[in-house]
């Protein structure tokens, strides 16, 4: 006789590789403050998670904390209680799968429900049917107008909440573009996954070489190439350190550094301030041995500078000499594994190890709080604390003017940060260069003449929804003869 079945048991739940290894990364972000972009790649590989699994738990986790604050307004608004915050990281994902994924409601909620009952427990699991079932009972269209501030009575706010960004991030941005006309294209650029761009190093490899690796020419640098999938890792150049994944916009400012007329008797020598992790040094180190091998014309070097053309080479010809340096040991040290050529040093740029006046070009990337890549790391936007911009401020402005202590008479100072933020970027130059009788800033737009969308000048900012790009600053100094 067969055995009866008691359908009121509840089944055991098949466990959901792709969910668990996002939720366990969601879990370890909000519980020890790890980073997603770190830990979830291990947690594949020790997984043995492949394929359509993988980008799954990849789309899950971080598209999961890139919209926690939207996401936990509807929570709070469905739930009748404050959930334990393993359930609530369970809820940040079932919500991701109903509001912005192509989920079928009954596979994000039932999918999620299992999750929580393996995980956490049957009567968890309960609550989290609940809460999932309200959940989907609206669209991301229909729950913004009720869970998020009325946009006509408090601009900024409503913008915070529908667009998933803290509130002073957004205040940041939208003083930084000048007003409200581009915030939402650039707040969904912001929450879009880039894609992977690489950085051919000149001399050592080129886009044709990364065209046969699967990869497309770029939009802008002449040495960047975009991989739509797959693993860059897995490319035979960049395992030889012959190229890197690079954003564009960091190519950019490297290349426009390069691109500034600098006069002088011979050889030239570069300083890279702070280098590490190594691209932007990487890509200077292969320009200062093998020159600029798809430069600006002279031409266009000497409209930029509002001078008359003189003969010369179309592109730095090379035979220049980078020294890297950065405070911290080990990230000094990626630098050296990522050049050939350049000495890397550990070193404070504010108590330089080097002599002064010497350096015909200085890279200088501060520290900041990189608000200008948070498509990249998809938990950064709610780590990040506006208190701490005015220590890095005094850091900055101190960094900058050792940078123009280093430079010589004639030589150009690069100023970078990834964030666009007002007190990191044009303030902090507008100070330096106010108290120095030494500097003038020059039209860094002059120098990347492919490209628009730059600003009103004499910096160059790139944008996310204007450019594809990280939100790179770039100054560039020169120190009079």
């Known amino acids: 006789m067969t055995p009866r079945v008691d359908s009121r048991r509840p089944r055991k739940p098949a466990r959901d590789h792709a969910r668990n290894a996002a939720f366990d990364v969601v879990r370890a972000v909000d519980e020890r403050d790890a980073y997603a972009n770190l830990l979830l790649p291990r947690l594949l590989r020790e997984r043995g998670i492949k394929g359509r699994d993988a980008a799954l738990a990849t789309e899950l986790a971080y598209g999961t904390l890139r919209g926690l604050g939207t996401y936990d307004a509807i929570i709070e608004m469905c739930s009748d209680r404050a959930p334990d915050p393993d359930v609530r990281d369970a809820l940040r994902l079932g919500a991701h799968q109903l509001l912005r994924m192509r989920v079928p409601p009954h596979a994000a909620v039932g999918t999620t429900v299992d999750l929580v009952r393996l995980r956490i427990g049957q009567g968890a699991a309960k609550f989290a049917n609940a809460v999932l079932r309200k959940i989907g009972s609206r669209t991301i269209e229909e729950w913004v107008p009720i869970v998020a501030p009325d946009a006509a009575h408090d601009p900024v706010g409503h913008l915070a909440v529908a667009h998933a960004h803290p509130r002073w991030i957004v205040s940041a941005f939208r003083d930084a573009l000048g007003g409200d006309a581009e915030m939402t294209d650039l707040l969904e650029a912001d929450n879009a996954r880039p894609l992977v761009t690489l950085v051919a190093r000149p001399g050592r490899s080129s886009v044709a070489e990364l065209e046969d690796s699967g990869a497309m020419p770029a939009r802008y640098s002449p040495y960047a190439a975009y991989l739509r999938e797959g693993d860059p890792g897995q490319i035979e150049a960049v395992a030889e350190t012959r190229a890197a994944v690079q954003d564009e916009a960091s190519q950019l400012v490297a290349l426009a550094l390069t691109r500034v007329p600098v006069k002088g008797d011979g050889d030239e020598v570069w300083l890279d301030m702070c280098a590490g992790p190594g691209g932007k040094a990487g890509l200077l180190d292969a320009i200062a041995t093998h020159g600029d091998l798809a430069g600006l014309s002279d031409e266009t070097r000497h409209r930029a500078e509002g001078t008359a053309p003189q003969p010369g080479p179309e592109a730095f010809p090379g035979g220049a000499r980078l020294l890297a340096a950065d405070v911290q040991y080990h990230r000094a040290r990626l630098v050296w594994q990522t050049t050939r050529d350049a000495p890397v040093i550990t070193a404070d740029g504010t108590e330089p ?129």
């Open 353 to 481: 190890a080097w002599r002064q006046g010497v350096f015909d070009r200085v890279m200088l990337d501060a520290p900041c709080t990189g608000l200008g890549a948070l498509r990249r790391r998809p938990e950064a936007r709610w780590r990040r604390d506006p208190s701490g911009i005015a220590e890095l401020g005094k850091l900055q402005r101190r960094l900058l003017g050792a940078a123009l202590d280093a430079v010589r008479p004639g030589g150009v100072v690069a100023y970078v940060t990834c964030s666009p933020h007002l007190a990191e970027t044009r303030v902090v130059v507008g100070d330096v260069v106010g108290r120095r009788d030494d500097a003038e800033q020059l039209d860094a737009r002059g120098y990347l003449p492919e490209i628009d969308g730059l600003g009103d000048g004499p910096h160059a900012q790139f944008w996310p929804h204007r450019h594809g790009t990280d939100a790179m600053f770039l100054a560039l100094l020169r120190k009079r003869s």
